[in-house]
Each structure stands twice: as structure tokens, then as C-alpha cells.
Nanobody, 127 residues
């Protein structure tokens, strides 16, 4: 079992940057694929980014491609989401999620396949 704790959210002006962190418990963190999702008020939870077990493969939603970067440090049991050039539409609660297994096929963006979730961290972008 993996417990996930997000941090790094906050209030930032449009055009600014934030880095979210997701710390995982357990000795098998490197055997999990990791994803970031977000949920804005009144909207469904949406895929943001995903990364395979080694960090060699990453995947992004079109809306964040070129602005956000997902990475991981398995020695620290942590996955990161670097968010640059933030816009008001990025305002949401951001969740990290873990899925057993090392590599994705084509379903990295479907929230239903993830096994564990963090509690979320609020990101608010002011325009």
C-alpha cells in the first residue's frame, strides 16, 4: 500500500510558477506509475501528467504541454510537477495518484485505473 501526500500549492499570479511535490510512503515506490490530476470547481477530475516508474517516459494533457513538467526521484519517494506560465484556467485542486506497475500502455489519463490517491493541494492563479 502507498500513502501519498501532496504539497507546494498556493496562490500565484498569472505567468508565475509553482512546483508541486507528492511524497509517497513505502519501499516499493519505484514500482508504481505516477500521475497528476486536477479538479476545478464544478468540473470533473482531469488528467494533467503521468510518468512511468523510471521517469524515462512522460505524458501530458494538451492544455499543459510545454508549460508543465513531471519528474520523479525514486530515492526520495517523490514525484514533482513543475508548473510554469500559469494561467487562471490552471486553478484547481491538484491530486497525485499511484498505479501498480512500471509502464503505461494507453490509459495513463484515465483516473479509474489508479490505485492510490493523495488528499490534494489547492493551486489558485490570479489574473
Amino acid at each position: 500500500q502507498v500513502q501519498l501526500v501532496e504539497s507546494g500549492g498556493g496562490l500565484v499570479q498569472a505567468g508565475g510558477s509553482l512546483r508541486l511535490s507528492c511524497a509517497g510512503s513505502g519501499r516499493t515506490f519505484s514500482s508504481y506509475r505516477m500521475g497528476w490530476f486536477r479538479q476545478a470547481p464544478g468540473k470533473e477530475r482531469a488528467f494533467v501528467a503521468a510518468i512511468n516508474w523510471s521517469g524515462a517516459r512522460t505524458y501530458y494533457a494538451d492544455s499543459v504541454k510545454g508549460r508543465f513538467t513531471i519528474s520523479r526521484d525514486n530515492a526520495k519517494n517523490t514525484v514533482y510537477l513543475q508548473m510554469n506560465s500559469l494561467i487562471s484556467e490552471d486553478t484547481a485542486v491538484y491530486y497525485c495518484a499511484a498505479r501498480r506497475g512500471r509502464d503505461y500502455q494507453s490509459d495513463y489519463d484515465y483516473s479509474g485505473v489508479y490505485d492510490y490517491w493523495g488528499q490534494g493541494t489547492q493551486v489558485t492563479v490570479s489574473s
